[in-house]
């Protein structure tokens, strides 16, 4: 067996990211506070017979130890809005201190253009008042200063995924460790 490159998906819910990795050949670590999300992942990893590359934690992403290991990539798609400003803050700087040198960071977040923002409209999907942190136009880019940002896009957009159609204003970053 050659080495695999290893990624961490933080906040994983059900999987998907995870399960994209699998198939791709990482070894994967999914994390997520859902105990029926992270049994949804393992069921759909094992009928695919993905699941000897695959750890998974049912904890607090806040407080996961998972992050005091090193990763080729750490993928934090919405979590960052799912915690606190300050969790948030010290989240990110756990996912920088856990890449390898050259190791990249998926992150995608949710911003003030919202729908959700303040609930002014209500939530606009099932997941919509979840939604605790908000990030202000380029927060995502800022908060991910010490990396060198790869690719970066901010703005609005339909998710049509899940549930009626709706709008999101969303930040999604590529972030690399040098």
């Given amino acids: 067996d050659s080495p695999t490159a290893t990624a961490l998906d933080l906040g994983c819910g ?3 990211n995870a399960l994209w990795l699998l198939e791709r050949g990482y070894k994967v670590v999914a994390v997520d506070i859902s105990a029926s999300g992270i049994q949804k992942l393992l069921s759909r990893a094992k009928s695919l017979n993905l699941d000897g590359r695959l750890e998974v934690a049912v904890e607090s992403v806040t407080e996961t130890a998972t992050l005091n290991r090193r990763y080729d990539l750490v993928v934090a ?11 948030s803050e010290a989240l990110t700087q756990r996912i920088s201190d ?5 190791g990249h960071v998926y992150a995608s977040v949710f911003t003030v253009d919202d729908p959700t923002y303040g609930l002014r409209s209500g939530p606009a999907s ?21 990396l060198t940002i790869v690719r970066y896009q901010e703005g609005i957009e339909w998710d049509k995924s899940h549930g009626k159609p709706h709008i999101h204003g969303i930040a999604r970053a590529i972030a690399r460790m040098d």
Wanted: charged share 20%; hydrophobic share 40%; aromatic share 2%.
């Fill in 98 to 102: 856990a890449l390898e040198p050259s």
């Fill in 77 to 87: 798609s919405t979590i960052l809005c799912h915690v606190s400003k300050v969790d």
């Fill in 14 to 16: 059900d999987g998907r």
């Fill in 126 to 146: 099932e997941t919509g008042a979840a939604i605790i942190n908000h990030y202000q136009v380029n927060g995502l880019l800022r908060s991910l200063a010490p």
